[in-house]
């Protein structure tokens, strides 16, 4: 099994409700794919750590890795665009969506990148589950139907952001028709 385990770039701490879900799945002995970035990439990475974990797969783009705490074999994702944007560093977490069975996603609510993870995985018919930050719940995702469920939870203004950067609305409901978020 392959998870990707992901988050915000705010949530820089393991709180310990997160440790715990990341326990329970490192007790299945999978690969665990996590990205290279400060915030949550790096904290996970830093728990993989202090546990000893070797089954690690860090995803990086381009030919530099930002944070690499346990020295784990690196997986460049090459990307055609030479400035480091949203879309540069997206092109990992493609990758990672592509390739792990399942995720596991810290959410601050915030997040778009977070959220386009999440969005990948499910558009790529897989299950993630996302520890959802502000309210310190796990929510099982197998759908995008599942996702508009956890969506209620977000602030008009943050939904917004998402539906703009995001193009959400046209995300979810290719498979489901007209859904509210909200």
């Known amino acids: 099994m392959k998870v990707f385990m992901g988050g915000s770039r705010q949530l820089v701490r393991l709180n310990k409700n997160m440790r715990q879900y990341f326990d329970d799945t490192l007790k299945k002995s999978p690969t665990i794919f996590v990205g290279d970035a400060n915030g949550s990439d790096k904290a996970i990475q830093q728990y993989l750590f202090e546990k000893k974990y070797q089954n690690v797969l860090v995803f990086c783009s381009g030919a530099h890795c930002r944070n690499n705490i346990g020295s784990w074999e690196v997986r460049f994702v090459q990307c055609d665009r ?40 499910l558009e790529n018919e897989k299950k993630s589950s996302v520890y959802f930050s ?49």
């Not at 400035?83 to 560093?89: E, G, K, L, T, V």
């Not at 929510?139 to 203004?157: E, F, G, M, P, V």
């Open 82 to 121: 030479n400035s480091r944007d949203f879309a540069f560093y997206a092109a990992k977490d493609r990758q990672m969506s592509m390739e792990a069975d399942m995720g596991l996603m810290l959410w601050d609510g915030k997040s778009k990148g977070t959220l386009n993870n999440i969005l990948n995985l």
């Open 134 to 182: 502000p309210k310190k719940l796990l929510i099982n995702l197998a759908s995008l139907r599942d996702l508009t469920h956890l969506l209620k939870y977000c602030d008009h203004a943050s939904l917004d952001y998402f539906e703009k950067s995001l193009h959400l609305s046209d995300r979810i409901h290719s498979d489901y028709g007209q859904l509210s978020l909200v």
